[in-house]
């Protein structure tokens, strides 16, 4: 395994303490919430890029922008909207179709050999977070707006992971632009349609852990490993997150352990030890 595709596995580990952290920040309103993390890691990330005189990769061309700003606000203003016009188990659901359509779109738009284990490995893996997610599933026709963003959520995110490769002459530093522009964005989404809460100290450290982990140096290491990993395996590696996730959260004592968490582990383990026999 590449130190790069370690850097994207790393991301799917922040990745996974996302749920963690946020029911930290329970109770900020999810726009205000999303704003703040992204203005944490770009405000850090600006810091960092002043103090090491690399501010220069700030300096982008407007297709740099658009994508790597559409990938980023976009992915997680669909995601919100999805959360808001559907049930939270269906479009979360559909959601995580984007591990998927990385590991397909890694065919034609890069040029990778799929085979039939990496193709096995990632319907494994699917099954595995259909499982964990789907008890009960009902898509109501009514809520087609909300599953409608849930699935542009999937297209935007795994659009802009396989395109990585493709913008591979854009540092990643760049992503600190990235995530002011989101922030930025982000606040205005919130004065449109929330109120302002004001986080104590609990919220507080939970936007400064989002900032610092799932919402900011994941997004570093997820470009490295788009860039230089595999984005095959990363892909299937992918549905690891929302099983992780189940599984601090029942540490957290927020849920509880089930024999369809146990399952839904065991397929999604298995999703990965397959997909990483693939050769080619």
Known sequence: MSSATAAGIGALLLWAFLAVLARMAAGLPPLQLTALAFAVAGLLGLAWLAATRRLVALRQRPLAWARGVGGLFGYHALYFAALAFAPAVEANLLNYLWPLLIVLLSGPVLGLRLGPARLAGVAMGFAGCALLLGGGLR????HWFGFACAIGAAFTWAVYSVT????????????VGFCLAS???????HAGFENWVWPDARQALGVLLLGLGPVGAAFFLWDRGMKLGDPRLLGTLAYAVPVASTLLLILAGEAEWSWMIGLSLALVAGSGWVASRARG
Do not use: K, N, Q, S
Not at 139 to 142: I, L, V, W
Not at 164 to 175: D, G, H, S
């Open 164 to 175: 990585a490769r493709r913008m591979a002459a854009v540092p990643t530093e760049a992503l």
């Open 183 to 189: 922030a930025a964005l982000g606040l205005l989404a």
């Open 139 to 142: 898509f109501d026709p009514a």
